[in-house]
């Protein structure tokens, strides 16, 4: 069957072959990866990439239906919430035989970021970027409130800081911090836990009811934004809407805020329990090879080329977080002030030494992640009790383990 037609993989006259790569994202990724792809295609003549992307939800959506089919495309990009889940299901490729053969290479990545794609002695991914949770703030709000975050300031300085907004300034200090799943994970990590293990969650009920109380009572109070305005203002984030002063989320994430508008955005350390172990750690887009390509090798030197091409780094930038590899790193010089600051804060949080090591993730920690924003959702509009949210996210977890 020809590629263009059933989406499958193939050889084309002459000798061409053709891989199918699929990813997600914006418009602005879309337009990078297809300048690279022809970067590509100029080196290697005799191969085409036919490219496939959507948005998040849609891309896993249909992502599922093809690999259920066995017809994933031929490279895509993952993350680490679903290494485990598609080995399990047989559609990753152990890239070790494709590192052996020389067709790639995992020289050169900085902070030991390789590391994020390897499984139980397999390398199932291949990072083409990486970042950190950080604290996006509204510089403006914060200057006027008297609040310089530093390295090093604890829970108790942060939650005192929104409330000293919220008194001075008249706006919610944050947006909602006590529904993702990362942060919680950084805050269970500072007290010798994990939000996941290996195969199941690293915390019990007991862990999560004071959080999730913590963060209701802040949401009635109105130090937290009220849920139902964060959902009016969607997709736009609320604090680029102006209804909070701070939101957590991934270092080069906060480029979004400048495109929807925010003319002063900031990065600000990850609070801490003892006021030195964040508990952070570097996470990645990687791109993983489907068990079902016809073409190994192309595949693998597709994906060397997307990490390692200094060409690549400067058109992607930071598009998918700090470049992965030295090459592409010292290749971009970014000219933009987000990402000169995402750079500056990644630079800081390594001088600091609180960056460890990410915590495996467990086959259905995509699941979970899922229900653990929805159901403190729930929570902060007042659908549901703490005790018994509680009680159906650790159920809904555990199916999601099972499956």
């Known amino acids: 069957m020809a590629a263009g037609c059933g989406g499958e993989s193939g050889s084309g006259g002459g000798g061409t072959v053709t891989l199918r790569h699929a990813w997600w994202g914006g418009e602005p990724r879309a337009v990078a990866i297809k300048k690279c792809i022809a970067l590509f295609e100029k080196k290697y003549p005799k191969i085409k990439i036919q490219p496939e992307f959507t948005d998040y939800a849609a891309f896993w959506e249909k992502f599922q239906t093809q690999a259920a089919g066995g017809n994933p495309p031929d490279v895509f990009q993952n993350a680490v919430g679903f290494l485990r889940k598609y080995d399990k299901r047989g559609v990753l490729m152990d890239l070790n035989s494709q590192i052996k053969a020389g067709n790639l290479s995992l020289d050169g990545f900085r902070n030991g970021v390789e590391a994020n794609g390897q499984v139980d002695g397999k390398q199932l991914g291949i990072p083409v970027g990486a970042n950190t949770m950080s604290l996006v703030i509204d510089n403006k709000v914060f200057e006027k409130a008297g609040i310089k975050p530093e390295f090093g300031w604890t829970w108790d300085e942060y939650f005192d800081a929104l409330q000293h907004i919220k008194d001075t300034q008249k706006i919610a200090g944050d947006t909602g911090y006590f529904g993702i799943m990362y942060l919680y994970d950084l805050y269970l990590r500072q007290n010798g836990k994990a939000f996941f293990t290996d195969t199941g969650l690293g915390f019990t009920e007991d862990d999560l009811i004071p959080w999730w109380e913590d963060g209701y009572k802040r949401v009635k109070s109105g130090v937290i934004c009220d849920p139902k305005k964060v959902a009016q203002v969607a997709p736009k984030s609320a604090l ?29 350390p990850i609070p801490s329990v003892d006021g030195k172990d964040t508990g952070q750690y570097l996470g990645s887009l990687m791109l993983s090879i489907s068990n079902k390509t016809k073409h190994p090798k192309e595949a693998a030197q597709f994906v060397n080329f997307m990490v390692h091409d200094p060409e690549v780094g400067k058109i992607m930038g930071y598009d998918r977080g700090i470049l992965p590899t030295d090459e592409q790193y010292e290749a971009f010089t970014p000219s933009d002030d987000q990402n000169k600051a995402i750079a500056a804060f990644e630079e800081e949080c390594k001088k600091e030494g609180v960056l460890g090591k990410i915590t495996p993730h467990p086959s259905g920690a995509d699941v ?36």
């Not at 659908?383 to 199916?399: D, G, L, S």
């Open 368 to 403: 979970a992640e899922a229900a653990f924003l929805r159901i403190a959702g729930d929570i902060g509009q007042g659908k549901t009790k703490v005790n018994a949210a509680v009680k159906q996210f650790f159920n809904e977890a555990k199916a999601a383990f099972a499956a």
């Open 240 to 268: 680029s809407a102006g209804l909070a002063a701070s939101e957590f989320t991934w270092d080069n994430f906060s480029v979004r805020y400048a495109g929807e508008g925010h003319p002063n955005i900031g990065l600000a």
